[in-house]
């Protein structure tokens, strides 16, 4: 079960078995059907979850009920709103998974406790939250001075396990356009002759 | 000098003598003439910057040429491309002063020599790092759901002090606009009788 993620942090930092243990003892492991909502808007976000399988979105309802997905998560990803979690304040995200989905959990009092047992843990969760940003200010330069094209292509690349998996409106929400125009993209892309 | 800088930091942690002291002795002051450009796109950006006084702005030029504007940073605000610095990779932004500014920067290895030294220092970076996650997450869904209005009384609510101090065009790249529509959105904001 803990296999993935111990593979997963040991890419970062080495641990010792007992770390390991420490680690492992902290996850709250949790198994929930799909459509489960994880996280709710206006809660505060208590996990900071890794995806050993299964499929999940974080996404923002505007004041006009719109949804808008910020990102994807699959297996050997991490899913939480940090903001919330952090400063532990309401979220203005939902958490969904969108398919039945193993998930396993870390409470902000474990992970103080992981980070006071264990404290190289920081790198890792330094690292988790530089790759958020990161992302987050490609997808924004994307969503700004890109086209619907080149984000879908961008969409894809980042998340090459997701198209199949996800209905085309949460890909088009992700996007920024109509599902419409995602069946325009797709089909001007199928047309296109390989490249020999 | 370091007054600011002190009282910035003290809203997260305390310190003692010492510790404002090895603080306070791993920052460079710089001081810059306007337009100096403090960060290149394909450098790696080495250092985070505490402004003292002054503006500036982070950018970044896309494949056309437009400028398109991540943020900017006045008085007790830092500045740094995050991603860059952490992960010592090529950087995606430009970091320009906007003003005659006085800067308090710290180098990757000063950092690295304050977080040993005084290891609570961690929580001020975390924290920082945060706020841009928090912030550019913010933008991302404004930019997608919200109208240019919207977005500018947003632009204005979290930098008062900015819209007179920089050219309307750089307000018009941050918000996603045409300068001319930035002149549109303040004559009506002008027209508004004041809510008595």
Not at 65 to 86: P, Q, R, T
Not at 120 to 133: A, T, Y
Request: overall charge positive; some cysteine.
């Amino acid at each position: 079960m803990f296999e993935n993620i111990l593979l997963n942090v040991s890419r970062n930092i080495t641990l010792t078995d007992d770390e390991k243990n420490t680690f492992t003892g902290l996850l709250e492991r949790r198994m929930v059907p799909r459509k489960t909502v994880l996280l709710r808007a206006g809660d505060i976000c208590q996990f900071e979850a890794y995806i050993v399988k299964g499929c999940a979105r974080i996404y923002h309802v505007d004041i006009n009920g719109c949804e808008i997905i910020l990102s994807f998560a699959v297996e050997d990803w991490w899913i939480s709103d940090l903001a919330s979690f952090h400063e532990q304040k309401p979220s203005m995200f939902f958490i969904e998974a969108l398919e039945k989905t193993e998930l396993l959990m870390l409470s902000p009092k474990n992970k103080q406790r992981l980070l006071h047992e264990v404290p190289k843990f920081e790198r890792i969760f330094r690292i988790l939250i530089e790759r958020s940003l990161y992302t987050i200010q490609n997808r924004l330069l994307s969503t700004i001075g890109k086209s619907a094209m080149d984000r879908y292509l961008e969409f894809v690349d980042m998340y090459p396990t997701v198209p199949p998996r996800v209905p085309q409106y949460h890909i088009a929400s992700y996007i920024g356009v109509s599902p419409e125009f995602i069946s325009i993209i797709r089909r001007r892309l199928a047309s296109k002759a390989p490249i020999p």
